[in-house]
């Protein structure tokens, strides 16, 4: 395999992954916790008691992150989706910021994960969604490509 494709089929090994956790969390947020528990949470996280995030942007979040993982997938509009998704990722992170690093520092854990999720958003935007995109494929298959 050549180097080029060795790099694109790693980029949507990466993309697969992180739309796949983005997609969990906001499953998560929908159908394990219901929406009004979600808000509660939002609103009960605080960073130096300072509410950081308020409930309401709840829904918006897991909408984000369904919709964001689903785009980053398929590989559709990355660039455009991905300052939205590493938005929320930083916002997962912040409310942590006084709990520490490491997740296992305190029962709420700690900041790395979400801040980890907003660097590999930030690496997807700055290196591109890869060649193996859906809009790849259904312009190679149109013969545009």
């Known amino acids: 395999m050549t180097e080029e494709k060795l790099t694109n089929l790693g ?3 990466f993309r697969m992954s992180l739309g ?3 997609i969990a969390h906001g499953y998560l947020k929908v159908f394990t916790f219901g929406l009004s528990h979600a808000m509660e949470v939002f609103e009960a996280h605080t960073v130096w008691h300072i509410n950081m995030i308020p409930g309401w942007f709840a829904p918006p979040a ?5 919709v964001g993982g689903i785009m980053l997938i398929l590989g559709v509009k990355t660039r455009w989706v991905l300052p939205l998704m590493a938005a929320v990722a930083f916002g997962a992170g912040a409310v942590h910021f006084e709990n520490g690093w490491n997740y296992t520092s305190k029962p709420d854990g700690g900041w790395e994960y979400g801040i980890f999720l907003l ?3 930030v690496t997807i935007y700055l290196v591109g969604p890869g ?4 809009p790849f494929f259904l312009n190679k ?3 545009l490509d």
């Not at 897991?62 to 369904?66: F, H, Y």
């Not at 060649?131 to 859906?134: A, D, R, S």
């Open 119 to 121: 660097i590999c958003c």
């Open 20 to 22: 796949t956790v983005f």
């Open 11 to 13: 980029l949507l090994v």
């Open 62 to 66: 897991a909408l984000i992150e369904w």
């Open 141 to 143: 298959k149109k013969g």
């Open 131 to 134: 060649k193996y995109t859906l």
